[in-house]
Every structure is written in C-alpha cells, then in structure tokens.
C-alpha cells in the first residue's frame, strides 16, 4: 500500500510543482507563532468524555483499502459515542505532510492527525503536534503494552507525541512457483545467509534471477536500511549528530547487496516497481517488501506466493519498519472539550486495533497482537516476530531530507556509478552538514 | 493608432492631436482619463494580488530562515544566496547539479521543440485526406496528464521488462538500454518523451500562424521564380517571426520548468543526475520546510530565467532591423 501510496502521492504532489509560486503562497499564508503552546490538560487522559457534544476533524493519508477500513471504525466509533463526531478527510501521505502545516497555521487543520513515526519529531519540534504523556498515563498505557521499538518511537525528548496503532516491516516475499522450478521447497523459504545464496544458486541455475535488486528507496533502499542494522550498523550516532552510514558494516552490507548484481543473481539497472512485477510474474523469486503488500497480492488469485520474517544474512536479525501514530495537533485557541474528545478517540481506536491489522498492518498494542483472531491472519501475524529487532528509524526533526541523502548514496553504489565505499562516504559528508543545518534550526 | 484615426475620419470628426483635447473633469475627448484604467483594472488588481504581490513577498522571505511553524524567523540578510555559492553548505552540490540538470533538458529539448512542430505544421497544413485525423493525432498526447505520460513511459522504457527493449531487441539491437537509470539515456528518454508529449501544442500555434500569411504572398514568389525554399525562407519565416518568438519564449519557460517528467520517469537517477531545479525547490520549500532557502532559490532562478528572455527578445528585434 505504501508503494501504491507512494507513487500516487507523488502524483499528487505534482499539483503543487509550480515550485516556487506555491512556496511563496503557502509561505504567505501564515503568520504562525500565535498557536496555543499550554500543556494538555484537558479531559481525563482519554478514559471518557462527559461534556458537550464536540465535532473533531481528523486527517490521515490511508487512501488503499485500509482507508475504508478506518472509515468503518470511525463510523462505529461515532455510533458508540452520542457527544463526539469525528469526520475523516484522507490526503496522499507526501501532500499529507506538506498541507499540514499550512492548514494548521491557518486555523484550518484537524484535532486529530496520523503521522508516521519518522515525522513525530520534525512535527513535535516545529509545535504543531501536543505532548500525550496524560494520555499514556490515564490509560495505564505502558512500555509492556506494545512493543518496546514501537512504543519509544513515540518519544522526543523524552516527552511522549504520538501513540502507535501499528507498525508495517519489511517482509520477505516469495514467488512459490519461480522456487519450484528451481527444485526449492516452496514452502521452505531460506531464513540464513547460507540458505539464501544456496536457493539464489539454484534459481540461477534454472535461469531465474532470483533476487531483483532496485536501486530506489522503494525497495532496494529499505532493504539496504535492513541489511546494515542486520550487519551490526546504524545511519546516524546515538545523538543523531552524525552520520554514520558509511562505517565498515554498513559498507560491507552494501557491497554483499550490490554483489548481488554483479554475481548475476539480479539484473542491472531495476527500475522503480519492476522488482515487484517481476516477482508477481515469477521473474523474481524474492523481493523484501513492505507489509502492505500483502493486501495487493491477494487481489491475483493465480499468484503463488508466500511471505515470511525477513532472513539474517549479518551478524543479526533486522528489518526496516515504521509505524503510523495518532497525534493530537496544537490549536489556535484551544479547545479543552475538543481535546478531551480526541484522546478518547485515540485510546478507542487503539483497543480496536484488530480490525486495523486487517487493513495489512500489525497492530501496535500487544493485547491484540496476542489474540487468536489476529493469528488467523496469517500472512499478517507472520511477520509480527520482526516487531522484536524492527529498525525503526531514529527520533530527530528534519530528518526527510538526510534520508533522500542516504537513499541516493544507495542508489549511486546500485546503479554502479560509484563503488559501494565511495557512494556512502560522499552521502555522510553531505548527511553531516544536513545534519548541522538541522541542529541550526531546530536548535538540538 | 492608424485604426482609430480611421474610424474618426469615417465619422467625420477632425482627428484629435495627440493626448486628445482636454475637457473640463479630466475628460478627454476619448472619454474620461480613468477609462483605460478601468479597463485595465481587472486584470492588474490580479497581477497585483497573485503576481507581484507574491513575488515581493519571496523576495522578502528569502532573506530570513522561514519555516512557517517555528516562532522565531530571524532575518539573515543574503546567507541563503551565500550558501548557494558557497561550496561548504548542504545545498551547494545540490542547487548547481539541480541547475546543471535543467540546463541541460532545456538546451536539449528547446531546438527539438521549435523544429519538430514547425515541421509538423508544415505537414499538416497542406492539403490531403486524412488531415484532420493527423492533426488530432498529433495533438493527442498533450491532453494526458504528466502523471498519465510519466508512469506509462516509466514502464514503457523499463530497462528489465519495458516494451522498448523488447522491440528493440527482436530487431537484433541491444536490448539492455538502461533508459531510465543511467546517462545520457535518461536525457534521451526525458527529451523525447516531453517532445512526444508537448510537440502537438506548438504545431496548432505554428498553424494558425501560417493560416494568417496571405496566400497573395506565396503567388507572387511563384511568379517571381521562387522555389519551394525560397518560398519558405522569405515569405513562410518572416511571417512567422512573432509566432516563432512566442513559441520560443514559452518553451523555454516550459522546458526550465520540468520537474513531473524527472519526477516520475527517472526519479532523479541516477543519483540526483536527472533532479531538477524545480523539484529541488519543492523539496526544499514543503518537504524540508525551508522556505527562505526555497524563496532564494526561486529569485536567483526566475533572474536566469528573465535574462534568457531578454536575450531572445532581443534576437529577434535585432533581426528585424
């Protein structure tokens, strides 16, 4: 679903490409800097809402078939409750996150917005969203209740913004019929380094190419994200001061990666989807993909796949994962009964989590991800174990363009434009001074 | 002028001299001083509110470190047009590469854009069965969007499974062309994909320019002896001459402003090879929030802009001495 979000966000963001005149106008629209900054006292924390009948406006980017899942939710929340009305408006995530800010300096935004985990900080640190620690403490809500990588995402210096409904990992997805037609047991996909070159020989050997390698974000970049935690690495220093994508682990879990175009075991020169098309085709016999996926998959019968927990091909097991949030946006004039009225929403939502994981996602809260009717999910609840060693990415404002930096560098070192050392090394000198630029304004 | 002092001496009346004779109230012998103004009114109060308004505002914005969510947005004077020049900041290497990649779409695209269509239109211009249907046919590709272009040419020109290898490929040519992940191919599909596109639009406006070049011209270049060329050079040229400058001046306005091709077709491989300036100021403006960097970036680049349309208007007036 992100893929498909993501190319039609792009689309979509194509509307505001006038480029300059829509920087200046959006830019114009604001005089900011007068947004209610008190502390969230409002309500009880989310238990209940007694008070006059509110209506609450919230946005999210979910457009796929998990956007009408949540709609149904919000509907039967709003049977359930006579003094709250919540109404939904759905954007493509990437104008998702640049309208937001306007809306919400105009006077026009939403009470309640879901955000991914990786934008809490810049969100948090530019004041649009409100601290929830009442929230977390009046629902008895706890590191125990959720998974312990989920439940800190949340946090930004060391104050809670937003809290988890799912997590969507990266998964490894199999083609069953490309496996049988290089003698490989479909229904055994490789867990182990070993395994992995063994199947990925054989399916040589049969004439498939067994690992498309793409060199865009989407997936080729996440996959590397995953590979470098696996081989002990990580993008940036505890502080996120520096980058540190070029460490030796991270170079030698790129160079295994891009080996695997030279070695033959993917083509060169993947463009964006063609890995996964290949692989519905049975071109491709594995793709590490995004959870969402699972949902399209199904939609073609004559497919034989399957998924699976990503296998460990470093020193470690991890995936790359991030996680939807609910966060309640700062208002001009703040309204306590309106915020009262969102955190109940929120703390309902999140015990309705179930349903969510239908829409292709793993429910954040444990309880649910516990409970036998998740388990009957099972291409979804195959992937929960990766909740444990997920590699969310770290907390810190302004981090989207450091990202496009790492992704590029990855991009150059697949694409053979420059050795895998080189490309990575050339990415943190530039990561570095983003960084400091992000330290300049955010002041942290 | 020469038509209005025509319809007066129809009407008999003495043509009035010039800046018309001055009545009592400001009233002329045109009608009151404001009536040009008014008439005008409607467009600048648009120009005013959309136009400059908006432009002085960047100018303005561009001198801060403006993110339209913090409370504070100090005013540093010209440090965002200092770290476009200075080689230590973050977004050196990527403004010059940004502009190093638009420059080179629009030297490539521009000429295709001025030849191609003014071919077609030549072609589609004579008489012959079918006409109609090819003008169509030419003209189709511009009412899909870019977003409709882009994605159907991504896969089109899909170096793995794109149908281009393939063809090319049962013909016995290479057939593993990275179209869309490596230079120069990338520039090679991005052009030829945006003349494919746009190249219909610029052949309806060379139509109708060479609909409005009097037939009587061509005749008496024939009676004179004058070859099909000939007949192009002198009469078809000359009288395009304004046609061509606003085909001109659009298409390079256009072909600067590229970015949903880039966008979507190459996604900016390899590397940041293929992002353009338009796409850097986007990202820079909505995704990283930096909108006085994003306003800098804006100025210095309309500047460009303004002297590249100078310097073809003035071409063209210098020909018509």
């Known amino acids: ?328 946006v700062k208002q001009r004039s703040a309204d306590n009964n309106k915020v009262a009225g969102a955190k109940v929403f929120i703390n309902w939502l999140s015990q309705h989590s179930l349903d969510w994981a239908k829409g292709g996602q793993v429910p954040a809260r444990k309880a649910v991800r516990e409970s036998a009717e998740f388990k009957a999910l099972p291409e979804i609840s195959s992937l929960a174990p990766e909740l444990a060693y997920a590699a969310f990415p770290p907390a810190a404002p302004g981090l989207g363009e450091v990202m496009t930096t790492f992704y590029n560098a990855f991009n150059e070192a697949a694409l053979g434009k420059k050795s895998p050392k080189q490309a990575l090394d050339d990415g943190v000198a530039k990561a570095n001074k983003q960084l400091e630029d992000n330290r300049k304004k955010y002041g942290s | 002028m020469a038509d209005v002092i025509e319809v007066g001496a129809a009407r008999g009346d003495a043509p009035p001299p010039a800046g018309g004779t001055r009545r009592p109230g400001g009233v002329t012998a045109r009608g009151h001083r404001a009536t040009p103004y008014l008439f005008l009114a409607p467009y600048l109060v648009l120009f005013l509110v959309f136009g400059l308004l908006p432009i002085l505002f960047g100018v303005w914005i561009s001198l801060h470190q403006w993110d339209l969510q913090l409370p504070n947005r100090p005013f540093i004077g010209l440090d965002n047009y200092r770290d476009l020049f200075s080689s230590d900041s973050a977004i050196y290497g990527d403004w010059w590469s940004s502009l190093r990649a638009t420059a080179i779409f629009t030297m490539l695209s521009v000429p295709l854009l001025v030849v191609v269509p003014l071919g077609l239109a030549l072609l589609l211009n004579r008489s012959f069965p079918g006409r109609t249907f090819f003008r169509a046919a030419f003209f189709a590709p511009y009412v899909l969007g870019v977003a409709v272009i882009g994605l159907l040419w991504r896969f089109l020109l899909d170096a793995n499974l794109g149908l281009v290898n393939r063809l090319l490929g049962v013909l016995g040519l290479p057939s593993d062309t990275p179209w869309v992940t490596d230079v120069p191919w990338a520039w090679v599909s991005l052009v030829g994909v945006t003349v494919w596109w746009t190249c219909g639009f610029n052949a309806v406006i060379y139509l109708a320019g060479l609909q409005d070049i009097p037939a009587e011209l061509y005749e008496a270049a024939r009676v004179d002896g004058a070859n099909g060329w000939d007949r192009f050079r002198h009469v078809t040229l000359p009288g395009l001459r304004p046609v061509l400058l606003f085909v001109l001046t659009t298409t390079i306005l256009a072909s600067a402003n590229v970015f949903g091709q880039s966008f979507l077709i190459t996604q900016g491989a390899p590397g940041e090879q293929t992002r353009t300036v338009v796409w850097r100021i986007v990202d820079e403006g909505l995704r990283d929030y930096d909108a006085g960097r994003a306003a800098a970036m804006s100025v210095l680049f309309a500047l460009m802009l303004a002297v590249v349309s100078v310097l073809n208007f003035r071409l063209f007036r210098y020909r018509e001495d």
């Not at chain 1, 989310?46 to 008070?51: I, N, V």
């Not at chain 1, 479909?186 to 054989?202: G, I, R, S, V």
């Not at chain 1, 498309?212 to 996959?223: A, D, I, K, L």
């Not at chain 1, 927990?309 to 470093?314: A, E, N, T």
């Open chain 1, 1 to 328: 679903m992100i893929q498909n979000e993501m190319s039609r966000r792009r689309l979509l963001s194509l509307g505001v490409g006038l480029g300059a005149a829509a920087t200046l106008t959006l830019a114009g629209c604001g005089d900011g800097g007068s947004i209610s900054d008190k502390p969230s006292a409002a309500g009880n924390g989310g238990k209940d809402y007694t008070g006059p009948k509110v209506d609450l406006k919230l946005w999210n980017g979910f457009t796929g078939g998990d956007g009408e899942i949540f709609k149904q939710l919000v509907t039967q929340f709003n049977g359930e409750h006579q003094n709250i009305a919540v109404s939904v408006v759905t954007y493509e995530w990437q104008d998702y996150y640049s309208k937001l800010p306007g809306a919400v300096s105009s006077g026009n935004g939403p009470d309640i917005a879901v955000m991914h985990m990786d934008q809490l900080a810049t969100f948090a640190a530019r004041g649009v969203i409100m601290e929830l620690d009442d929230v977390a403490k009046a629902l008895e809500l706890s590191e125990g209740d959720f998974a312990p990588t989920v439940w800190k995402g949340g946090l930004y210096h060391d104050k809670r913004y937003g809290i988890p409904l799912d997590m969507h990992p990266l998964g490894l997805y199999y083609n069953k019929a490309a496996m049988q037609r290089a003698g490989l047991d479909p229904n055994k996909p490789p867990t182990t380094k070993d395994e992995y070159t063994a199947a990925l020989t054989e399916l040589k050997k049969a004439g498939i190419q067994g690992f498309w390698v793409s060199p865009f974000q989407f997936t080729g970049g996440m996959t590397y994200y995953s590979l470098l935690h696996q081989w002990g690495g990580s993008l940036f220093d505890g502080e996120v001061a520096k980058a540190t994508f070029n460490s030796d682990p991270a170079v030698e879990a790129c160079s295994w990666l891009v080996d695997m175009i030279k070695q033959g075991f993917s083509p060169a020169n993947v463009g964006q989807d063609a890995d996964y098309l290949a692989l519905k085709s049975g071109k491709n016999a594995f793709n590490w993909n995004g959870i969402w996926q699972v949902n399209d998959l199904k939609k073609s019968p004559d497919v034989q796949w399957g998924v699976a927990p990503l296998p460990q091909i470093g020193s470690q097991q991890a995936a790359w994962a991030n996680s939807h949030n609910f966060t309640i």
